[in-house]
């Protein structure tokens, strides 16, 4: 038997390989292992939201601004859908011309018949809700089918050096004023004018229907129904017409007298030797069943002191627009109480 020396024993104190090890515990992972399994936990955590003012703010406003647009989209897509709910042309009754008018453009006509000449402009505000395109489409049908006439005019400028300016103004043509004598909803007198008679006053003109509108919103509120329209044309007709036929009947008659009981007639006034006629009178029904009317006068910074305090003396209702009043001379400017009976636009 080979004998062992203690200092064999001690130079090899691991066991063997191949020897079992028992009754011992395993040993601790090393530190670079423990080390890779804690990366391995994080990675795998979910992440944890950051508190961020500024990013939260940015957020908010993003969010807002994409409400915003959608809210700007949707108003579209309900005025577009607005602007297709109108009939189609298909579905509107012939009439005796045989065309097939919509409602907007049958008052179109009516109203530019009353006033002989409207601006584009003042139509589109006034019946169609400023939906400029609307209006271009009738207005392009209804050239086509010569009810109407489109001139593009200058614009005043009463001596001052500025751009000339351009606006469109609508006439009927002379088919629509007999078609609208015989198949419109006229009242009682109303009549109807049609082409362009003075280019140079046709912004002042155009005027009188803005100044006419103002006025019916007044006279409905306070009961009035029905208005009709005449025209400075109509009344200085009537009121020649009324002075040639006395001085026929009574040729050694005075005419100052003549003059008197024929302004009398027509209610209205006289002054300088002088019927004074208005741009526009509206005559329209009382809730009693009288008849109610007013005469307007639609002044320009062209009108000297003396010309509007007459209109305003006749009892006329002044309009002008927000621009000429601005442009008023200082005698007018100084006249307050002549300023307030100035009715703007």
């Given at each position: 038997?080979?004998?062992?020396?203690?200092?064999?024993?001690?130079?090899?104190?691991?066991p063997?390989?191949?020897?079992?090890?028992?009754?011992?515990?395993?040993?601790?992972?090393?530190?670079?292992?423990?080390?890779?399994?804690?990366?391995?936990?994080?990675?795998?955590?979910?992440?944890?939201?950051?508190?961020?003012?500024?990013?939260?703010?940015?957020?908010?406003?993003?969010?807002?601004?994409?409400?915003?647009?959608?809210?700007?989209?949707?108003?579209?897509?309900?005025?577009?859908?607005?602007?297709?709910?109108?009939?189609?042309?298909?579905?509107?009754?012939?009439?005796?011309?045989?065309?097939?008018?919509?409602?907007?453009?049958?008052?179109?006509?009516?109203e530019?018949?009353?006033?002989?000449?409207?601006?584009?402009?003042?139509?589109?505000?006034?019946?169609?809700?400023?939906?400029?395109?609307?209006?271009?489409?009738?207005?392009?049908?209804?050239?086509?089918?010569?009810?109407?006439?489109?001139?593009?005019?200058?614009?005043r400028?009463?001596?001052?050096?500025?751009?000339?300016?351009?606006?469109?103004?609508?006439?009927?043509?002379?088919?629509?004023?007999?078609?609208?004598?015989?198949?419109?909803?006229?009242?009682?007198?109303?009549?109807?004018?049609?082409?362009?008679?003075?280019?140079?006053?046709?912004?002042?003109?155009?005027?009188?229907?803005?100044?006419?509108?103002?006025?019916?919103?007044?006279i409905?509120?306070?009961?009035?129904?029905?208005?009709?329209?005449?025209?400075?044309f109509?009344?200085?007709?009537?009121?020649?017409?009324?002075?040639?036929?006395?001085?026929?009947?009574?040729?050694?008659?005075?005419?100052?007298?003549?003059?008197?009981?024929?302004?009398?007639?027509?209610?209205?006034?006289?002054?300088?030797?002088?019927?004074?006629?208005?741009?526009?009178?509206?005559?329209?029904?009382?809730?009693?069943?009288?008849?109610?009317?007013?005469?307007?006068?639609?002044?320009?910074?062209?009108?000297r002191?003396?010309?509007?305090?007459?209109?305003?003396?006749?009892?006329?209702?002044?309009?002008?627009?927000?621009?000429?009043?601005?442009?008023?001379?200082?005698?007018?400017?100084?006249?307050?109480?002549?300023m307030?009976?100035?009715?703007?636009?």
């Amino acid at each position: 038997m080979d004998s062992h020396s203690p200092l064999d024993y001690s130079r090899d104190r691991s066991p063997q390989p191949d020897r079992p090890v028992t009754g011992r515990t395993a040993e601790p992972p090393s530190t670079e292992v423990s080390h890779q399994a804690r990366l391995v936990e994080l990675r795998n955590q979910p992440t944890r939201p950051v508190h961020n003012p500024k990013i939260e703010r940015n957020n908010g406003s993003r969010e807002l601004n994409q409400s915003s647009s959608q809210n700007t989209h949707l108003q579209r897509e309900l005025e577009r859908s607005r602007a297709e709910r109108r009939k189609q042309r298909n579905q509107q009754p012939i009439n005796p011309i045989g065309l097939q008018l919509r409602p907007e453009e049958k008052k179109l006509l009516l109203e530019v018949g009353k006033f002989r000449v409207i601006s584009a402009s003042d139509l589109a505000q006034s019946l169609y809700a400023g939906n400029d395109g609307r209006l271009k489409r009738d207005l392009l049908y209804l050239r086509q089918n010569r009810l109407v006439d489109v001139h593009v005019l200058n614009a005043r400028r009463d001596g001052r050096a500025e751009d000339v300016k351009r606006f469109e103004a609508i006439t009927l043509t002379k088919t629509a004023r007999k078609f609208i004598e015989k198949n419109g909803e006229l009242h009682e007198g109303q009549r109807i004018y049609s082409g362009l008679v003075k280019p140079r006053e046709a912004e002042h003109d155009c005027q009188i229907y803005r100044a006419y509108l103002k006025e019916t919103e007044r006279i409905e509120r306070e009961g009035g129904r029905n208005p009709r329209v005449k025209l400075d044309f109509e009344l200085k007709a009537n009121a020649q017409r009324g002075t040639y036929l006395a001085r026929r009947a009574e040729p050694e008659r005075d005419a100052a007298d003549i003059k008197a009981e024929i302004a009398q007639q027509l209610n209205l006034a006289v002054m300088g030797n002088k019927i004074v006629i208005p741009d526009a009178r509206i005559e329209y029904d009382l809730p009693s069943g009288a008849t109610g009317q007013i005469d307007i006068e639609v002044a320009t910074s062209a009108y000297r002191h003396g010309h509007i305090a007459g209109k305003a003396q006749a009892g006329f209702r002044l309009y002008m627009s927000h621009g000429d009043i601005g442009r008023l001379g200082a005698a007018v400017q100084d006249d307050h109480d002549l300023m307030s009976e100035i009715l703007d636009f």
